[in-house]
Structure formats: structure tokens, C-alpha cells
């Protein structure tokens, strides 16, 4: 889980990139859950600035086929997002690959001393969703999980502190 001061730290040097969507992809992870693909995938067309929300269209699943999901979308991202320049083919992120995007990844997390994968920024939304009281189904509708026990397992990764405050606060 990234913690807060590593976010900081990330976001800090993302604005100095030339990747001008890093930032919005971070906090893509980190505050809504997405993977990278569904980043390099999502299209303005899909997006509702209204509502706050962006339609994914041919996600991952464990069976291979295709299905689309609607997810939430925090207030920082789309302030973010509202920053972008339009890419000419309706990308919100404009990476042209995965290794474009990793290749900025990197830089980001050296530049910051972060040593956490980008996968990373997921379990970090699933954890705080966790210890803000976002029920598991809420969590698995927003990161696409069709498995509960796969998303208990790999990604809520709730901290003993935080265990330890829920108990006195009986």
C-alpha cells in the first residue's frame, strides 16, 4: 500500500513530467481502483463529468470475455482530468503503450524514492475504501473484481493501527 507521504512525494514529481497525465493516472489508481489498461483504454466519450463517473469498456476478466463497468470518479481526479489536453484519438490517458506508460512510471517512482509498483496504486484505493467502510461488494463493483475472497486476499491490506483504533472506538 502506498502510503500518504509516498502519494505526496508521487504526485510532487508527476506534475514534472512529460507525461502530462501521470498525475491523473496515479490518482486513477489510487482514488477510483483502475488497472493501467483500463486507463490507456478509457475514452472522453465514456466519461460524464456530471456524474462523476467513466464507463470501461472490454475489461479484464477471468474468463476472457468482454464486459464493460461503470466506476466512480473522486473529485481530485476529475479536477485532474479537466487539466488534460485532448488527445486525438478520445484518449483521457494518452500512453501510447504499456511500456510508454511504465517508462514514465518509473521515472516518477525514482524520482520520488518510491520503490512500489504502479499495481500498487490499487491496493492502496482498496485498503482506504476498506477503512472508510465501503462494503467489499462496493469495493469489487468499483475495481472490477468478480471474486470477493481474490480482492480480500491480494488487496484490502487493512493495518493493525487501524484495527486497533476501530476496537476503542466501541
Not at 36 to 54: H, K, P, Q, V
Not at 110 to 134: D, I, L, P, S, Y
Request: charged share 30%; proline share 1%; aromatic share 8%.
Amino acid at each position: 500500500v502506498i502510503t500518504v507521504e509516498e502519494e505526496e512525494r508521487l504526485l510532487e514529481h508527476a506534475t514534472k513530467s512529460k507525461a502530462k497525465w501521470l498525475k491523473a493516472a496515479i490518482l486513477l489508481g489510487i482514488d477510483c481502483g483502475l488497472r493501467r489498461s483500463e486507463m490507456i483504454n478509457a475514452r472522453y466519450r465514456n466519461l460524464d463529468f456530471a456524474t462523476r463517473t467513466l464507463k470501461l469498456e472490454d475489461t479484464k476478466n477471468p474468463n476472457n470475455i468482454t464486459t464493460s463497468r461503470v466506476v466512480g470518479l473522486s473529485d481530485r481526479v476529475i479536477e485532474e482530468i479537466r487539466k488534460l489536453p485532448r488527445s486525438i484519438n478520445g484518449q483521457i490517458i494518452a500512453a501510447t503503450s504499456g511500456d510508454n506508460f511504465f517508462h514514465f512510471w518509473e521515472q516518477c517512482r525514482k524520482w520520488a524514492g518510491v520503490t512500489k509498483r504502479f499495481h500498487c496504486t490499487r491496493a492502496t484505493f482498496c485498503t482506504r475504501a476498506a477503512e472508510n467502510n465501503w462494503q467489499l461488494l462496493d469495493i469489487a463493483s468499483q475495481t472490477g473484481h468478480k471474486d470477493v475472497n481474490v480482492l480480500r486476499k491480494h488487496y484490502a491490506k487493512l493495518q493493525g493501527e487501524y484495527l486497533a483504533n476501530k476496537i476503542s472506538k466501541k
